[in-house]
């Protein structure tokens, strides 16, 4: 093994946690935010040897990585391996001039921005604290820094939102002229304090999200951008593939470490996921010892039925090699005779139909 090439750093830190959000967070807590960046760096290299000497990608996700305190920010970067692709997902409100310049200045490439709508009364549904000039600005404090590939997210199935409130989201992103959007359907996890707010509306928002998500991919695509994934969108540009570098490599089955409370790791038959508890986290680390860990493994027939489930969402096909025992034939049948998948000799992919139906059509062709 040559080592993985695609780094995922957690960063749990944020100012609230949002009604739906079901992700490792950890609220305010600033006080720990420098001994939360000495255990990163002392268990990326405790587990150096699982990475290639240079990566593909890296990419900070969270929680709100930008709420991370900015000299804590910087010394993680300084301390991270160099790769051509380094992501960084930044709420709103937390994107200043001096917060651009100094992502820029550490070697960010790509910034994702989370929007999730335009529309102030259903921002304050999802309990954002940015409103839609918050927004904005973050996008031009952005490219003031010389950012030109910045993702934005965007939400829909909101309570209370209707067509025209998704018609006006999705002018107001294209207006921002982003280089890739992402389009997430509204989940709710069970538990979570927002199923007990919005239930009903939730339900009644589940009827319409197909019509929804129609509207999405005809409004993007109609307006020039590459519906690469279920959920994903990127501008279509003939100097540069505007696709998310480390997104697709989780796609396509590619080895990845995460490092991080809660982060996972895959690494060639094992899987693993760190403890989703901060002190425990904190305090094996500073002496010295990899947190505790949740391990997975991985056979030959788990890791095959995911890269087809994976590989299905994007517009590519889908090599076959290896992976034809996981399908089911009369199911393929099915699904092939309802035009909903392409089979050649040895690809299969979903045609725009099979896409819309996604996991029901993937369903069908496993063994």
Sequence with gaps: MNGARHLYVHLPFCAHRCGYCDFVTVVG?????????????????????????ELETVFLGGG????????????????????????VEANPETVTAELASALRAAGVTRVSVGAQTFRPQLLRTLERAAGPDDVRRAVHHLRDAGFDNISLDLIYGIPGQGASDLEADLRDALALEPEHLSC???????????????????????????????????????????WYETANFCRLDASRDLRSTHNLAYWSGRDYLGIGIGAVSTIDTRRWRNTPRLVP??????????PEREPEELDADVRARERLMLGLRLDEPLPLAGLRH??????????EKLGLVERREATLTLTDRGRFLGGAVTAELLA
């Excluded at 006080?31 to 040897?49: K, M, N, S, T, W």
């Excluded at 900015?70 to 380094?86: G, K, N, Q, T, W």
């Design 326 to 335: 996981t399908l089911e034939p009369a199911g393929l049948a099915r699904v």
């Design 184 to 226: 997430y359907e509204l989940e709710a996890k069970p538990g979570t304090r927002f199923t007990h707010a919005w239930g009903a509306e939730l339900g009644r928002q589940a009827d319409a999200m197909e019509n929804h998500f129609e509207r999405v991919v005809a409004t993007l695509t109609g307006a020039g951008y590459r």
């Design 29 to 53: 807590r600033s006080g720990q935010h420098g001994a939360y960046v000495d255990a990163l760096i002392r268990e990326l290299e405790l587990e150096r040897e699982l990475v290639a000497p």
């Design 64 to 87: 709100t990585p930008t709420f991370t305190q900015l000299p804590e920010l910087e010394r993680l970067f300084a301390s991270l391996p160099r790769a051509d692709e380094v992501t």
């Design 281 to 290: 986290y904190l305090e094996a680390l500073g002496s010295g010892r990899p």
